[in-house]
């Protein structure tokens, strides 16, 4: 069974960092475009970053261009996202999600596995 697991998230301070990760497990990993999404309370879900198979082809959220960066190492299974810079504005629930799209995608619905999500606290 597909199974992805983030880890990786806690507090931070604004202008500082976390690193998060995502361990899958049940797939062919390298056959995946993967995507980081997040959810804060009260708002939607939205796209985040996104990367193909080989970590060729990235794609991020006007948001977090810049500050955000997605990463993978397919030997370990394993999708990565650094953040750097943060803000309270970041504050939310940090989401892995894998799809066999061939290409870096941004909508949520072309994702079938997503993992349970990690929380990320930025405070001032």
């Known amino acids: 069974q597909v199974e992805l697991v983030e880890s990786g998230g806690g507090s931070a301070q604004t202008g500082g960092s976390l690193g998060l990760s995502c361990a899958a497990s049940?797939?062919?990993?390298?056959?995946?475009?993967m995507g980081w999404f997040r959810q804060a309370p009260g708002k939607e879900r939205e796209f985040v970053a996104s990367?193909?198979?080989?970590?060729?082809?990235?794609r991020y959220a006007d948001s977090v261009k810049g500050r955000f960066t997605i990463s993978r190492v397919n030997d370990k299974n394993t999708v990565y996202l650094q953040l750097n810079s943060l803000k309270p504005e970041d504050t939310a629930v940090y989401y892995c999600?894998?799809?066999?799209?061939?290409?870096?995608?941004?909508?949520?619905?072309?994702?079938?596995?997503w993992g349970q999500g990690t929380q990320v606290t930025v405070s001032s």
């Open positions: 990367i193909n198979w080989s970590g060729g082809s990235t």
């Open positions: 049940g797939l062919t990993f390298s056959s995946y475009t």
């Open positions: 999600a894998a799809t066999l799209h061939p290409e870096v995608i941004v909508m949520h619905q072309a994702y079938p596995y």
